[in-house]
């Protein structure tokens, strides 16, 4: 059973950074992909970043250039840094992680980032 646990969100001004961890109960080389997705309240889960096994990246429009993903493969763990917070990046984020022919979509529980103005 693939666990993954996040960690690093919480309170930050406008213009602030914070580092989300997301840490996989196995190796990571056995995922196709991992990514952050947030939800915002009254909003649609939607992708943030996307990181895949072969090194390619994929990022919302709203956070490229502020937010980026990496990896750390001897911790089994996964990054999100972000920086020039806004309000509007307030959400709870989400670490998922897929594997296999299938597609498996595994997620984490989620942390809250809140930025305040």
């Known amino acids: 059973q693939v666990q993954l646990v996040e960690s690093g969100g919480g309170l930050v001004q406008a213009g602030g950074s914070l580092r989300l961890s997301c840490a996989a109960s196995?190796?990571?080389?056995?995922?196709?992909?991992m990514g952050w997705y947030r939800q915002a309240p009254g909003k649609q889960r939607e992708l943030v970043a996307e990181l895949t096994s072969g090194g390619s990246t994929t990022y919302a429009d709203s956070v490229k250039g502020r937010f980026t993903i990496s990896r750390d493969n001897a911790k089994n763990t996964v990054y999100l840094q972000m920086n020039s917070l806004k309000p509007e990046d307030t959400a709870v984020y989400y670490c998922n992680a897929v594997r296999g022919l299938l597609r498996e979509n595994y997620w984490g529980q989620g942390t809250q980032v809140t930025v305040s103005s």
């Open positions: 196995g190796s990571i080389f056995s995922f196709n992909a």
